[in-house]
């Protein structure tokens, strides 16, 4: 009978925790589709205030805004493939290093995927630097069809 017992029991803890959930696991992965806005560097040696940062913008006044502080030093937004992002339709997720003393880095967006309730964008590290003696910021920018999902930024 004791037996008989603490199998059920092992039955009723096993069933318990393979049916917990995890971030992953609320629902399988799916590719999302993102297209490039902007990559590149900004060469103002920090003067555009743009700190090490994460972001997802769903509105057009924080798009214009990270803009313009863009701008601030060089015109980098004429490098873009748009700028007029239909914010009711699209996100957009921006990805900022920090500055570094020496260019020939990069910031890359390699992958983004979702579940049921979250959006995952990988972001690693591509170039690693070079000889360039000129201060740069690496970024990244991509839109994605607009949706109501926590966005989570993971580093490899």
């Known amino acids: 009978m004791k037996t008989k017992i603490s199998l059920i029991f092992i039955v009723i803890i096993f069933s318990l925790l393979t049916s917990c959930n995890d971030d992953v696991d609320d629902g399988d992965l799916t590719p999302v589709e993102f297209v490039l806005i902007g990559q590149g560097n900004l060469y103002g040696n920090g003067g555009e205030n743009i700190e090490k940062q994460n972001l997802k913008i769903n509105k057009s006044a924080d798009w214009n805004k990270l803009v313009d502080k863009m ?70 920018i991509v839109k994605i069809p607009k949706n109501n999902k926590q966005v989570i930024f993971e580093y490899r």
């Open 71 to 140: 701008n601030s030093n060089n015109n980098v937004s004429d490098g873009f493939t748009e700028i007029d992002i239909d914010i009711s339709e699209f996100m957009i997720i921006a990805v900022f290093d920090e500055v570094k003393g020496n260019g020939g880095h990069s910031i890359d967006i390699t992958r983004i995927e979702e579940n049921n309730n979250k959006v995952f964008v990988t972001i690693e590290n591509l170039l690693s630097g070079g000889a360039y003696t000129v201060m740069s910021q690496p970024y990244h």
